[in-house]
């Protein structure tokens, strides 16, 4: 063997070894909408917040996230934004967090799709997660296992819901339908928002609007307590999170 071909498979096992031990689980994030897409990202209370926050993702690009173990966290796909070079400071037309290209700890203004997870507690070590429309809809969103176990699940909204938006809830830039309000953000009363008297499962039940959602995006939860097919579970070293999933 000659001595480039030893250097390089001496790389390569390197390279197995090194993923192999590596700590903590990959997110690959793909934009496969026809536009840009800013990901934001928010750490919850005491977990760190990747890439400070936010970035750009082209049409047809992704990027990989390292998380550390039992990281808690949220993902939301901003659009039509618009950032100084040198600032980092504008806006977007949706999702938009206090005009920052990096959100660094700050959440995206809804209507906005979320990606929730939680990959892992001191008490289990199984990953929560799911796609949720409790803030409204912007873009399509799917999160799903790469080579995770049986029994995994599929969160998603990956239909555009902006298409068939009640218009109540309709949210409009430039004269082009953007988002869909969730009825919480609509009405902004305790029924919708499960809020005070209504913050139980007991009291707390899907409205027509909830229900609009859930027969449109059956994998993703539509109010604030849809735990029972909205929350997804399972045990995976990779997720993809992918904007405008394949529909």
């Known amino acids: 063997m000659s001595t480039s071909s030893h ?28 536009d840009s897409v800013w990901p934001g990202i928010l750490g919850t209370a005491g977990h760190v917040t990747p890439r400070e926050g936010g970035f750009l993702l082209l049409s047809g690009e992704q990027t990989v996230l390292q ?48 990606v929730e997870m939680t990959l892992g507690t001191s008490e289990s070590a199984l990953h929560y997660y799911d796609v949720s429309l409790v803030d409204g809809f912007n873009v399509p969103v799917s999160m799903m296992p790469v080579g995770g176990g049986a029994g995994c699940g599929i969160a998603a909204c990956e239909t555009d819901l902006n298409v068939c938006c009640p218009s109540t809830l309709v949210v409009k830039r430039q004269g082009k339908v953007v988002g869909c309000k969730s009825a919480c953000l609509a009405a902004k009363t305790d029924r919708y928002c499960c809020t005070g008297e209504y913050a ?39 997720y993809a999170i992918t904007f405008c999933p394949p529909n």
């Open 7 to 34: 250097q390089f498979l001496l790389f390569f096992l390197c390279m197995i070894i090194s993923l192999s031990i590596t700590d903590g689980t990959e997110l690959i994030i793909a934009n496969n909408c026809k």
């Open 67 to 114: 998380v550390p173990d039992k990281w808690s966290g949220r993902i939301w796909p901003r659009q039509g934004c618009c950032f100084d070079e040198t600032t980092g400071r504008g806006s977007c037309q949706t999702g938009d967090c206090a005009g920052l290209l990096q959100c660094r700890g700050v959440g995206g203004v809804p209507p906005a799709t979320l």
């Open 200 to 238: 139980n499962p007991k009291s707390c039940k899907p409205t027509i609007f909830s229900h609009l959602f859930k027969a449109i995006c059956p994998k993703a939860y539509s109010f604030a307590f849809d735990d029972a097919s909205g929350l997804k579970t399972c045990k995976a070293s990779r």
